[in-house]
């Protein structure tokens, strides 16, 4: 009992890893034949192996079954003579030579997959080096520069352009003007179809730059509210326009040390929040872009007259009373204006207020 039982047992194991006992040597060398036939019927496997054979060695086929479908792997063989005439070419890539494979599907009779290829690019090359007037310029190119480096790039589905340069870095300063070589392939018909020269600019001098902009701890302020950012004012109310030095450095101040801008407003912004007309504001000044929407282009309308710069001390506060007259006399008409507080031409604080048409109880 026990025998039969191990008998079938075996019989079991057979089963299940698939050997076949009807199956003799020569038709499973006829199997793996076919498989490699369809694997090299295939034009793009052909010139993969066609390129390997060229370049490096010998190809040896082995086949790896799984179902219906298998694995042709083809082995390399590396000839010392052929890759060292390679690695003498015009350009190369050091490429560790090796095989690649292929997944055929017996049923359809076709490749499904190439897998374990890493040379495209060198394939690439060949073709341009196979074309005499590519092959002329960059040789030209690498007897002026030496060093010569390539950069792929695809702007189409069939085009495929390859950019010879001289090594260089281009972020480093050079007067020196270089060129480069362009050349696109087809990778239809595998042929050269533009060979050109292309300049590469000279990088300028660079001029010393400015140190970055450190912003100052300054606080500016109105009419002693040290929180409020946004104020109204009646037209022709005293502003206190007010500079604290919260930091630990001294701070030079401008002439002059802020500016009056106008902000932008509405027509029905100017009706609702200044309680007058566009014609009494001082957007009537400014010309009309769009039906309720003024050019503020120039929007600078007033700046202290000071007469020298001043320094303002760390924990100190300079104050400075504006009647809201302008620098021709007139007075501030009702708009919407913000205080710019400029310091080494960049802006160091800022807040905005509103001039009403009415005095603001």
Not at 9 to 20: D, K, P, Q, V
Not at 280 to 285: D, L, R, T
Request: with cysteine; hydrophobic share 35%.
């Amino acid at each position: 009992m026990n025998k039969i039982l191990a008998i079938f047992c075996i019989l079991a194991l057979f089963i299940l890893t698939g050997i076949n006992f009807n199956e003799n040597p020569s038709s499973s060398n006829g199997k793996h034949s076919k498989a490699i036939d369809i694997a090299l019927a295939d034009p793009t496997v052909k010139e993969k192996v066609e390129f390997l054979e060229r370049r490096y060695g010998k190809i040896t086929p082995e086949v790896t079954w799984y179902d219906n479908r298998c694995t042709v792997r083809f082995n390399l063989e590396v000839d010392k003579k052929k890759a060292e005439r390679t690695e003498k070419e015009l350009i190369f890539f050091s490429h560790k030579p090796h095989g690649f494979s292929c997944t055929v599907n017996m049923d359809t009779e076709e490749v499904e997959e190439i897998l374990g290829w890493h040379f495209e690019e060198a394939m690439l090359l060949d073709i341009v080096l196979a074309n005499h007037e590519a092959r002329s310029k960059i040789e030209s190119l690498r007897e002026r520069y030496e060093n010569v480096s390539i950069v792929f790039t695809s702007s189409d589905t069939y085009i495929v352009e390859l950019r010879f340069t001289p090594e260089y870095n281009p972020h480093k300063e050079r007067t020196e003007e270089l060129y480069g070589i362009l050349c696109a392939v087809d990778m239809e018909t595998k042929k050269v179809v533009k060979v050109r020269e292309f300049d590469i600019s000279s990088v300028p001098v660079s001029t010393p730059q400015d140190p970055p902009f450190r912003r100052p701890e300054l606080h500016l302020y109105l009419n002693d509210d040290r929180e409020e950012r946004v104020h109204e004012f009646g037209q022709g109310e005293e502003i206190r326009i007010s500079v604290e030095n919260t930091g630990k450095e001294v701070v030079a101040l401008p002439d002059p040390p802020w500016k009056v801008i106008v902000l932008p407003m509405l027509d029905a912004e100017i009706e609702g929040r200044l309680h007058c007309s566009p014609e009494e504001s001082v957007y009537a000044k400014f010309p009309k872009i769009y039906p309720d929407m003024y050019d503020i282009t120039n929007s600078l309308i007033y700046e202290p007259d000071v007469e020298q710069t001043a320094l303002i001390h760390p924990n100190e506060t300079l104050t400075w009373t504006w009647d809201q007259k302008l620098n021709d006399g007139s007075l501030l008409r009702p708009g919407h204006y913000k205080i710019v507080l400029n310091v080494n031409m960049k802006v160091a604080e800022n807040t905005i207020f509103y001039v009403l048409g009415e005095a603001n109880e």
